[in-house]
Each structure stands twice: as C-alpha cells, then as structure tokens.
C-alpha cells in the first residue's frame, strides 16, 4: 500500500478527525495534482483534446459533501467537482483518458473533459448547458423517494447557474414535492467573465432559499470541515424528508474560465488574497498543528501521489482513439 | 484582408453607428468581447447601453431582445455558443417567430453565434441547430461561408423587420479572409449565390459545405469534371429560382450540409426538386450529411462524422458515372 493510500487508513490512533483530515488531504491533493497535469502539462503539450475547466482552489466543496455521502446517493457533479469521481472510485487513468478522447475514458471518447458519468457509480453526467442539472437531480430525487430509499441527490453548481430558469423551476418543483435533494452551489464569484455582482443583485446565492421554502446556508468553501459538516446537516435534512436543503459555498476560481482564459478582467489583487486561503494549504495547516500528519509524511504522501499521477498519464496515453466504425453505435439501445 | 470573424464585427460596428437603436445583448460580451472575440472593442466603442452583459440565462435574453424589438429597438443577441439556443426555444420558436402573424407586431431582432464542428468540442459545443428553425415560420435562417457575405448579410439581418437567426460557422472565423470593399454594402438575405460555375453536376450547400465542395472541385477539375457550387446563403427563406435554375443546368446534383442527414435542410431540397425538376433529372439526388448520431468528441470519432472534401468527391465520381 502506498503512503497516498495510507493517509487514509489510519484507523486507530490519531483518531477520528485525523483520519477524516486524511482522507480530505487525500481526495482534495489528488484532484489537484490530476487537474494540474491536465492545465499546466497535458494541455500545454497539445495532449488534451478540447476544452479544460479545472478548479484550483475548490477542492474543498465536492471533497467536503462527497464524503457526507453514502455510495447510493446520487450525485451531478458541475464541471468543477472532479474529486467526486475519484471518490467513487474513477482512477486518475480513466479521467486522462477522457480528457484525451480516448476509448479508456469514461465516456469512450463520446464526449469530453468533464461530461462523463457512470450509473453505477450512482454519478449523472452534466450537459454543457449550464443549470439543465437541477430539475433532472429533482427528478432522481423524487426517484429516490418514490422508490422508498432514504438516499439523496445532490446537485452541484456555480453561482452562474443560478440564473437558468431551469435552476429556478427545479428547485421550486423539488421544494413543492418536498424531494430529498441537495443543492450545492460553488460561489466561485465568476461565471466565465461575469463577476457575481452582474450575475445576481441579491447578495447571497443563500438568499434565495427562503423565497423557495427551503433552508440555505452561507459556508467558507475554502474550509473543508465546514463545508463537511454544512454538507451533513443538508443531507441529514433530505434523508429525514423534509425536503431540499441549499448550501452556498464562498469560494474564489484561481484560473480563468478554462485553460485559454487568462482571466484579465478579474483583479489581480483578488488572486493573491484568495491564494492566502487555499484549502488544501490550510487543511495541511490544521492537520500538522493537530499532530494528525507528521511533516515527513506529508512530503512522502505527495512523492506517491506524483508517481500515482505519472503512471495514470502513461497509460492514458497509450490507450487506443475509439474505432471510427463504432460511430453509429448506441444512439439508440442496440437490437440483441 | 478581413477574416470571416473581423468581417461579422466590422458588420455589426457599422450598423450600430447607422442607427442608434441597435444594440447588443449576450453572455461576456462587453467587458470580455465574447468567447470567440466577435464583440471585442464594443464596449469602448459604443458604452454600457449598447453592449450589455447580461447573467447566465438565454431565455432570458432572448426574451429581452424580442421585448427590445417591440419597443422599436433593433437587438443583436449573441448565443456564446448556438448549441445554447435550444434553452431559449419557446422564446424564439413561440414569441419571436408569432408576432407579426399573430398581432401585426414586428420582431426586429437578431440571434446570432457560432456553429458547427470540427474543433473537437463535443455534442454540445458543435451542433449546427439551424433545421429545428428552418421548420418555424416566421423566423429567418442566415448561414454565410465567407467574410463578404458574413459581413453584407448581418448588415441586411440587423436591418430585416422580422426575427433572424444567424448562424456563423465558428471553424470558418480564423480560417477564411478575403478584401472587402471599402464602405457600405448589404448582400440581400433570401438570395443563393452560384459561387462557382460548372455544367456536370451541381452542389446546393451552406456555410462550412462550400469549402469542402470548392476543394472537392478542384480535384474534380483535374479529372475533367465541372461541378458548379450553389451557397444558399440564407436557408429560410430558401431561395428555389436558383437551386432550381442549378439542377436544370446540369441534372446531376448533391445536397450536402454539416448538419445530420435526417430532418435536415437537404431533405427539403430534394423534395422540392423533386417536385419542380423531376424531368431535368439524369440522376438521383444525393445527400452528403453528418450521421444521425450527435456530434462526437474524440477526433477519430469527429473525423468520421463531419462531411468533408473527400467525401464529397467520392459521391461526385459516383454521380457523374450514374
Ligand atoms: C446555458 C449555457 N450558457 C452558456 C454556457 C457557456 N458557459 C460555460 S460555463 C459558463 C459559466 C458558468 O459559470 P458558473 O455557473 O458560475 O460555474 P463556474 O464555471 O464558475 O464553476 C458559461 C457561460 C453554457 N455552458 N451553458
């Protein structure tokens, strides 16, 4: 077992919220070091095949609820969640896979980057049109619970999102039929070039809950602890069917848009400030202050990461392009 | 030399120094000049009245635009990617398209964005959604192949008093340049354009299909074959006279559109030459299209669904030897 595993295997010992710690560090350093690949490396080299979103300095959000969650909880993750994927057990080779449009990726080279899902894995894949997600995550809930489950869905968004009238529609229709879902919105303050304030002229994101009927909280997304514990207190409410509950998550995006953006129209001081908060830095913080990691294992945790990281992007690229005479399969299920 | 892309802002900046009322509303497209840069320098140009940024929300802009455009003001509304229009469907299909039929109310607005394949952008950065409003009266359906008429055509579709989709194809914006003449010109929206003659066999296309046929043309020159290449231009309305005029010329013709095959614009043509020039036919028409799968995104994948110059010169070799 490598050190990236055993961070989160300690059982004993250290304790309960050390081994928690662990397992946050663990997801929230992987999804970094698989989306830095992918924007610094892959993508410069003319690997990558299309368009790349990634969310440096959110790792926190879809970390922090995801492991709120049990396996039969059905999540949509938004473009910017790709820990969810790795913590149902989507390995770093299948998402470069997918990234590069080739048959490994989760998709099969069928659609790209962050589109993909798995029903299995309980995990909807998005469509681009941003927002389309929540009356579809209102419909599995209402599945969920017509079938007699007490699981939930869970939709993640950004405060863009919030302005689709299918945002609207689905979480009134959700709150009317009082369905187990929770809402997740990642207020990273930009929609592509469009700060919050041009977004939405309410403050909060959280401010919109009450005119739905609907609980909403406000939480520091760049604290992983309180967007776990957010995330329980949601899903809590949901399993005891009472209904959809909204969290909002202040965050900052520390990219631009997508890897071609360079992001000129967001104010640089802004980055710096929000670089000071990096929830992976100050969950290392917490963790180290806590003796619930020692120093030495941090650095070996991340050489194994790295080697991890080296190894998917390998096989990756060796994995074959789709066969072009597939291209008509499955648009409709296929005859036996 | 304007490139199709400098040629649609050049458009676009010249009406709205013509008159006041027209206006652009869309997603990033003041502060940033748009996803593809088509709006860049606007906001400078012509201020926050005239170059508004609006939230995430394509119904709603549509909506605002054909509010605009009842109260007299000429909106140009851009989609950041035409594949997003479908989320403002009932404002265009309902609202947009059924007011002078309904009321006597003019509509003059202008929807435009990019379209179309061949940038590994997947099923939803890629679809060419041009035949979903091809099938609703009320509405016209613009599709340029080149800067010229990119430019004299969103000139004509910002000045038309009836709802205009205009659709840009986004791997013509950098790729295509050409001189433009020097100050104001239209071309006339409703008219194809014969872009090159020939007396074998005809090809009736749009958009990015006139580059794959002039490619395939000129292959097919060298083997001592004409194909004439008719660009529709506009699709709604279609203009028949010289599709018609093409087919009675040299009997033998292909429909070929990116877009996929069933329900598409070529269906419609071929019906109505079957109706009108059944007799002047030596040959069955023949359609090139995409598939009837969505727009795949690996690039083997995409490779194989796109139309191209080569799959068109195999046809026409199957066609002139019919
Ligand atoms: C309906 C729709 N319109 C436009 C776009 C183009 N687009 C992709 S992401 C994006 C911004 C999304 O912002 P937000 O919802 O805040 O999510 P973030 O990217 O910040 O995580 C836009 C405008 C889209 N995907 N869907």
Same mark, same amino acid.
């Given at each position: 077992m490598s050190v990236a595993q055993a961070v989160m295997n300690v059982a004993e010992g250290p304790g309960e919220e050390a081994h928690l710690s662990r397992r946050f560090l663990y997801y929230m350093s992987l999804m970094r070091e698989v989306e830095d690949r992918i924007e610094r490396k892959l993508y410069r080299q003319s690997k990558i095949v299309g368009g790349v979103y990634v969310a440096r300095g959110q790792e926190a959000i879809p970390v922090g609820v995801g492991l709120?969650?049990?396996?039969?909880?059905?999540?949509?993750?938004?473009?910017?969640?790709?820990?969810?994927?790795?913590?149902?057990?989507?390995?770093?080779?299948?998402?470069?896979?997918?990234?590069?449009?080739?048959?490994?990726?989760?998709?099969?080279?069928?659609?790209?980057?962050?589109?993909?899902?798995?029903? +299995?894995?309980?995990?909807?894949?998005?469509?681009?049109?941003?927002?389309?997600?929540?009356?579809?995550?209102?419909?599995?809930?209402?599945?969920?619970?017509? +079938?007699?489950?007490?699981?939930?869905?869970?939709?993640?968004?950004?405060?863009?999102?919030?302005?689709?009238?299918?945002?609207?529609?689905?979480?009134?229709?959700?709150?009317?039929?009082?369905?187990?879902?929770v809402l997740v919105c990642n207020n990273n303050q930009y929609a592509y070039s469009t700060p919050i304030e041009k977004q939405m002229a309410c403050a909060n994101v959280a401010d919109r809950g009450p005119a739905y009927g609907i609980p909403a909280e406000i939480v520091d997304g760049n604290d992983v602890f309180a967007v776990h514990e957010a995330a329980q207190r949601a899903v809590a409410h949901a399993r005891d069917g009472l209904g959809p509950y909204l969290i909002e998550c202040k965050t900052f995006r520390m990219t631009g848009h997508s890897a071609h953006d360079p992001a000129d129209y967001v104010?640089?001081?802004?980055?710096?400030? %929000?670089?000071?908060?990096?929830?992976?830095?100050?969950?290392?913080?917490?963790?180290?202050?806590?003796? %619930?990691?020692?120093?030495?294992?941090?650095?070996?945790h991340y050489d194994d990461l790295r080697k991890e990281v080296d190894a998917a992007v390998e096989w990756a690229e060796a994995c074959p392009y789709p066969d072009p005479a597939t291209l008509l399969d499955n648009v409709y299920e296929p005859r036996s | 030399m304007a490139t199709y892309l400098e040629a649609i802002r050049e458009g676009i900046g010249e009406e709205m120094e013509r008159d006041p009322g027209v206006f652009l509303i869309g997603e990033d497209i003041a502060v940033y000049g748009g996803a593809f840069k088509i709006t860049a320098g606007m906001l400078d140009r012509f201020g926050e009245r005239r170059v508004v940024d609006t939230p995430l929300c394509e119904s709603g802009i549509v909506g605002a635009a054909i509010g605009a455009a009842l109260m007299g003001l000429r909106p140009v509304a851009e989609m950041q990617f035409m594949d997003f229009i479908s989320c403002g469907f009932d404002q265009v299909v309902n609202f947009a398209?059924?007011?002078?039929?309904? %009321?006597n109310a003019p509509v003059p607005m202008v929807i435009?964005?990019?379209?179309?394949?061949?940038?590994?952008?997947?099923?939803?950065?890629?679809?060419?959604?041009?035949? %979903?409003?091809?099938?609703?009266?009320?509405?016209?359906?613009?599709?340029?192949?080149?800067?010229?008429?990119?430019?004299?055509?969103? +000139?004509s579709s910002i000045r038309d008093n009836d709802p205009v989709l205009f659709f840009e194809h986004k791997a013509l914006y950098r790729r295509v340049k050409e001189d433009l003449p020097a100050g104001d010109y239209t071309v006339p929206i409703g008219k194809a354009k014969v872009v090159r003659e020939g007396k074998d066999l005809s090809v009736i296309t749009y958009g990015s299909g006139v580059h794959m046929a002039l490619e395939?043309?000129?292959?097919?020159?060298?083997?001592?074959?004409?194909?004439?290449?008719?660009?529709?231009?506009?699709?709604?309305?279609?203009?028949?006279d010289t599709v018609l005029a093409s087919v009675r010329k040299t009997s033998r013709v292909i429909l070929l559109h990116e877009d996929t095959l069933t329900g598409g614009i070529g269906g419609e043509l071929a019906a109505r030459i079957a109706e009108k020039a059944f007799e002047f036919l030596d040959a069955p028409v023949v359609r090139i299209a995409a598939p009837d799968t969505p727009v795949p995104f690996s690039p083997v994948l995409e490779e194989a669904f796109l139309p191209n110059a080569r799959k068109v010169l195999e046809k026409a070799r199957w066609l002139c030897a019919y």
């Open positions: 709120a969650l049990e396996p039969e909880d059905v999540v949509f993750p938004s473009h910017r969640d790709l820990a969810i994927y790795l913590m149902r057990g989507v390995g770093p080779r299948q998402i470069f896979a997918q990234y590069m449009g080739r048959i490994g990726g989760l998709t099969g080279g069928r659609d790209g980057n962050m589109h993909m899902g798995d029903l +299995k894995l309980n995990i909807v894949a998005i469509i681009s049109a941003i927002g389309a997600c929540v009356p579809v995550a209102a419909g599995a809930a209402l599945a969920l619970k017509y +079938k007699g489950t007490n699981n939930v869905a869970v939709c993640f968004f950004g405060d863009g999102a919030t302005s689709r009238g299918d945002w609207h529609e689905g979480i009134n229709l959700a709150a009317v039929q009082k369905l187990p879902l104010p640089k001081e802004l980055f710096a400030e %929000w670089e000071q908060k990096d929830p992976i830095r100050r969950l290392l913080e917490r963790m180290l202050d806590s003796g %619930w990691i020692a120093p030495e294992d941090v650095s070996r | 398209a059924k007011c002078r039929y309904r %009321w435009r964005g990019p379209s179309g394949g061949g940038t590994h952008g997947g099923p939803f950065h890629s679809q060419n959604p041009e035949a %979903w409003f091809f099938h609703t009266p009320g509405l016209k359906v613009v599709a340029p192949a080149t800067p010229y008429d990119a430019k004299g055509l969103i +000139k395939a043309a000129e292959a097919l020159d060298r083997e001592g074959v004409s194909m004439e290449i008719v660009d529709l231009r506009t699709l709604l309305p279609l203009d028949e």
